[in-house]
């Protein structure tokens, strides 16, 4: 079930430039000791790194010792499902790929929700 997307297909990649995903696989799968459940396949904007980085997690600041190169606007990533819910209910969430997105989001946003922010490939 973890290997198929909110559309009930199968899980598309979300990005391997940069690599992303909790396997650093390029897809938004998760396990049980995922704890930010990074299961949203988004697309970065300057205004959602801001808010990010606000709540404590800066993620344009590259951290090459975990093999993290930073990100930029237009990237695509593997988010957690909670902190994209923070930016929903705050006006800033990312435009999401819902082909790569995983199913197990739904247990913590909506459909609806996540389809009037997807994002035209």
């Known amino acids: 079930m973890s290997h198929l997307n909110v559309l009930g297909t199968t899980l598309q990649t979300c990005s391997t430039d940069p690599l992303t995903g909790y396997f650093r696989d390029g897809c938004c799968r998760t396990a049980s000791d995922d704890t930010g459940l990074h ?3 988004a697309v970065m904007t300057e205004e959602f790194l801001d808010f990010s980085k606000a709540r404590g997690n800066d993620l344009t ?3 090459p010792e975990y ?3 930073g990100l930029k606007p237009g990237d695509h990533w593997c988010l957690c499902t909670l902190r994209w819910k923070e930016a929903f209910d705050h006006n800033c969430a990312p435009k999401v790929n819902l082909e790569a997105t995983s199913v197990v989001a739904l247990e913590f946003v909506d459909l ?3 389809k009037t922010h997807a994002h035209a490939e």
Request: net charge negative; aromatic share 8%.
């Open 61 to 63: 600041t590259p951290v």
């Open 67 to 69: 093999h993290f190169p």
């Open 112 to 114: 609806e929700d996540l």
């Open 39 to 41: 299961c949203i396949c």
